[in-house]
């Protein structure tokens, strides 16, 4: 295998393609534009191949330019971040969490000063989102999902193994005495979910005639309080609704329950290097949460 090029090329291509210029390079690296220039001389000598073209307005990277500065970025950026955190004298001791919002609210937030009183030093970021999306600005960190599990970008711990079945306020219970009577009242449905009213009443053999939700919310959450305050019936998924039942504002309609295709997963990046601290958290929500 041929050796890489020397470590100063590759990151002076990368200061130049985020640069947009030679002269702004050479501003940013504190050196004159003819070694930024023999720099990507050098480069683009050693591969045989054309990165940049310079302009008037500054640098237009060529097509194999554009894919080794991909590949570049990525590898460059790794390596910095685990100099950080293994070297750097202001090692950071902040963890950062991405998680679902019904999740933090219903569980973590009521079992994270157990990680405080076992790890003092360490403090905790936790950003709560709705959407997979929300979360593309934050960075590669820990994360906590509801889905199917099959995610490439990370390596995937299962944290449940959950179920739906309907709930309501006790006071709504008092007038319902068969799964039919579900439908004389207002259901609550949450977006995103793939498991629903539609698989819940097909499988319990209660035939909806057309019945649809009269409210849709964007977090599972918001449907249990909509339950609690009023004559909405929501579908409990069991890790996020058994508080509410063990404290008695909801009480389940039916024994009986159906396997959702989506749980919570607990999420690290595969190709980012992870602290000692971060995999203490790891090792932390996962065995505490299996002990529930």
């Known amino acids: 295998m041929r050796r890489p090029p020397p470590h100063n090329w590759l990151f ?9 210029s030679i002269t702004e390079a050479s501003e940013k690296l504190n050196v004159s534009q003819s070694a930024v220039s023999q720099q990507i001389k050098s480069l683009e000598d050693y591969l045989g191949k054309r ?25 460059l950026d790794n390596i910095s971040v685990a100099t950080e955190k293994l070297f750097g004298f202001e090692q950071k001791d902040t963890i950062t969490i991405k998680s679902n919002y019904s999740f933090v609210d219903v569980w973590l937030s009521r079992h ?5 009183h076992a790890h003092p030093n360490t403090s905790i970021e936790i950003y709560t989102m709705l959407w997979l999306s929300d979360f593309r600005n934050i960075g590669n960190e820990i994360e906590i999902r509801y889905g199917d599990g099959t995610w490439s970008d990370a390596k995937v711990h299962r944290l449940t193994n959950d179920s739906i079945f309907p709930v309501c306020s006790p006071k709504t219970k008092r007038n319902i005495t068969k799964p039919e009577h579900i439908l004389d009242y207002p259901l609550v449905s949450v977006m995103g979910n793939k498991t629903g009213w539609t698989e819940w009443l097909q499988e319990m053999g209660v035939h909806a005639g057309g019945k649809s939700a009269s409210l849709y919310v964007e977090s599972n959450l918001l449907a249990y309080k909509a339950s609690i305050s009023g004559d909405y019936i929501s579908l409990g998924i069991n890790s996020l609704v058994d508080h509410f039942l063990q404290d008695g504002s909801l009480v389940r309609l039916d024994d009986r329950e159906l396997k959702t295709t989506e749980d919570f997963f607990l999420l690290e990046p595969a190709e980012q290097f992870i602290s000692e601290k971060e995999k ?13």
Do not use: C, M, P
């Open 112 to 116: 994270i000063s157990a990680f405080y």
């Open 280 to 292: 203490v958290f790891i090792d932390w929500i996962k065995s505490t949460y299996t002990q529930q």
């Open 12 to 20: 002076v291509f990368k200061v130049i393609v985020e640069s947009g």
């Open 51 to 75: 990165l940049i073209i310079r302009g008037k307005k500054g640098i237009v990277l060529t097509d194999v330019g554009k894919h080794y500065y991909n590949v570049i970025r990525v590898s």
